[in-house]
C-alpha cells in the first residue's frame, strides 16, 4: 500500500475499535491523534526509515516453493490455513470459495525466503508490538489513567523519560504499517513478478489509492497550523474517521464491528506467519502458477491479471485485501493494549 491507504486502514482501524465498543480506552488514546499519527503509517516506507527497523527486508516474508530438508514443516493444507486464520477473515472467505489452487498445490511445500538472519515482516511486528508493550507501561499520567491496573513503577520516573500519548499513537500507526503490509498479496509471493516496479505490486497499490482518495492525501491529513479548540479537535477527529467509514462504501466492505482477538497459543508473529501464508495463496490465485510459474522471470501486468472476467476477481481481491487489512491492524492493537490493561498478581 501506498501513504493513502496506509493512512485510511489505520484510520479506519481506529473507527473499527469505536465501533466495537469494547476498548474505549484505546480509543481514547488514538483518536485525538488519528491526523498526526498517521505519518507513523507511512513513514517506514520512507528511505531515512531503512537505516532503522524498517529496512526492506521487514515488509516482506516471499514465500516461494521449497526443496530442502524437513518439508512436512513447511506444509499447511487449506482446512488448516482456514482454521488457523479464522473464517471471519475475507481472506479466508476469497480461499474457500476458490478453486483455482488444487489439492496438489495446497500439499506442496512452501517457505518465505528470508536472506538475512531475523529480517522479515511477522519478526518486525512482533518486535514492534513488544516494544509498545514497555512504552505504554512507562506512559505518562494520562495514558497511566487509561490502562486498567496499577503500574507502581511509575513513581519513580522523571516526568520527562514518561511516554507521551503522540509518541504511543504515532507507534501503533507504526505497527498498522507492517500489519497491512502482511495483509498485501505481493508483499508475500517470492516471484519476480511481485517484486514493486514490475507491474502488478504497484498498479494494484496505485488502484487502491486512487479510490481510497485525496482526503486521505498527506497534505489533507496533516495541518501543522490549526489550532483547534478541544470541542473542535474532538469534532475534527470524529470527521475524520467517518471519512474512513464513507471510503470503504466504495470498496463493498462491510465490518461486523467485532474485533476477535489472536487465536489461543497465538502470539503477533504466528499469526502474521499464517496471514503472510494466506496472502501468498491469494498472489497464487491471482497470477496462477501454471501461467506464471514461481522461478521464472514473467511479469504478470495488472490489466492482464484483471481483464475481462477477472474483474470480478480484482473486487474480490479489493474487499479481502483491504477489509483484512483494518481488520487485523485493530486485532494486533487490541491484543498489544489488553497485554499491558490487567495487573500482575
Known amino acids: 500500500m501506498n501513504q493513502r491507504t496506509h493512512s485510511w486502514i489505520a484510520i479506519r482501524a481506529i473507527a473499527l475499535l469505536e465501533d466495537e465498543k469494547e476498548e474505549r480506552n484505546l480509543v481514547r488514546l488514538l483518536k485525538p491523534h488519528a491526523r498526526k499519527a498517521t505519518v507513523g503509517a507511512w513513514i517506514p516506507d520512507q528511505i531515512d526509515a531503512k537505516r532503522g527497523g524498517s529496512s526492506t527486508e521487514n515488509h516482506v516474508l516471499k514465500i516461494e516453493p521449497y526443496a530442502g530438508d524437513h518439508r512436512g514443516r513447511f506444509i499447511t493444507r487449506k482446512k488448516e490455513l482456514l482454521r488457523r486464520i479464522g473464517t471471519f477473515r475475507k481472506t479466508a472467505q476469497l480461499l474457500q470459495n476458490d478453486s483455482s489452487l488444487d489439492a496438489d498445490w495446497w500439499a506442496a511445500p512452501y517457505k518465505g525466503d528470508v536472506r538475512k538472519r531475523g529480517q522479515h515482516l511477522p519478526n518486525r511486528a512482533m518486535a514492534l508490538s513488544t516494544m509498545m508493550k514497555d512504552l505504554l507501561l512507562m506512559g505518562n499520567p494520562r495514558i497511566d489513567q487509561l490502562i486498567p491496573g496499577r503500574v507502581r513503577f511509575a513513581q519513580y520516573m522523571d516526568p520527562k523519560t514518561r511516554t507521551e500519548e503522540e509518541a504511543v499513537a504515532m507507534y501503533f500507526f507504526m505497527l498498522s504499517h507492517f500489519v497491512a503490509d502482511a495483509s498485501m498479496p505481493c508483499h508475500c509471493d517470492g516471484r519476480y513478478l511481485a517484486g514493486y516496479a514490475r507491474g502488478l505490486h504497484k498498479e494494484l497499490e496505485a488502484h487502491w489509492s486512487r479510490k481510497v482518495g485525496t482526503g486521505f492525501e498527506k497534505a489533507n491529513l496533516l495541518q501543522p497550523d490549526t489550532v483547534l479548540t478541544d470541542a473542535q479537535a474532538r469534532a475534527d477527529a470524529s470527521r475524520v474517521l467517518e471519512r474512513a467509514r464513507d471510503v470503504g462504501a466504495k470498496f463493498n466492505l462491510d465490518f461486523k464491528n467485532s474485533v476477535p482477538g489472536l487465536r489461543p497459543k497465538h502470539d503477533v508473529w504466528l499469526e502474521l506467519v499464517d496471514l503472510c501464508r494466506a496472502s501468498f495463496a491469494v498472489a497464487s490465485i491471482i497470477a496462477p502458477p ?56
Do not use: C, M
Request: zero cysteines; hydrophobic letters at 45%; proline letters at 4%.
Open 290 to 345: 501454471a501461467q506464471y510459474p514461481y522461478h521464472s522471470k514473467r511479469k504478470a501486468p495488472f490489466k492482464t491479471v484483471f481483464s475481462g472476467a477477472n474483474g470480478q476477481l480484482l473486487k474480490e481481491v479489493n474487499k479481502a485485501v483491504l477489509h483484512d487489512a483494518v481488520l487485523n491492524t485493530a486485532i494486533v492493537w487490541k491484543h498489544v493494549w489488553n497485554k499491558v490493561a490487567a495487573e500482575e498478581s
